[in-house]
């Protein structure tokens, strides 16, 4: 059974940056696609990033030009660079990777941007 990981949250200040990982149990080509969302209080859980088997990737529009999503195969293992927070960035981040219409999911972790 596939297993990820998450794990890089915690504070940081708005402006500030922090980087999310995300470490699966198998190589990560074997997804469709993997990615980010996030559960704010009180708030429907959205879609942060994506990346797919070939590389392209896709944001929400809350976090375009502030977030990246990259990845590195030989660690099994996706990012999210984000940048220039703000407190309504504050959630829990989710990890999640998909197989045709199987979804994994990670436990989540939280993220709080605060001064």
């Known amino acids: 059974q596939v297993q990820l990981v998450e794990s890089g949250g915690g504070l940081a200040q708005p402006g500030g940056s922090l980087r999310l990982s995300c470490s699966a149990s198998e190589n990560i080509f074997f997804f469709n696609d993997m990615g980010w969302y996030r559960r704010a209080p009180g708030k429907e859980r959205e879609l942060v990033a994506l990346?797919?088997?070939?590389?392209?990737?896709n944001y929400g529009d809350s976090v375009k030009g502030r977030f990246t999503i990259s990845r590195d195969g030989a660690k099994k293992t996706i990012y999210l660079q984000m940048n220039y927070l703000k407190s309504e960035d504050t959630a829990v981040y989710y990890c999640?990777?998909?197989?045709?219409?199987?979804?994994?999911w990670g436990q989540g972790i939280l993220v709080t941007i605060s001064s």
């Open positions: 990346i797919n088997v070939g590389g392209v990737t």
């Open positions: 999640r990777a998909r197989v045709l219409s199987r979804e994994t």
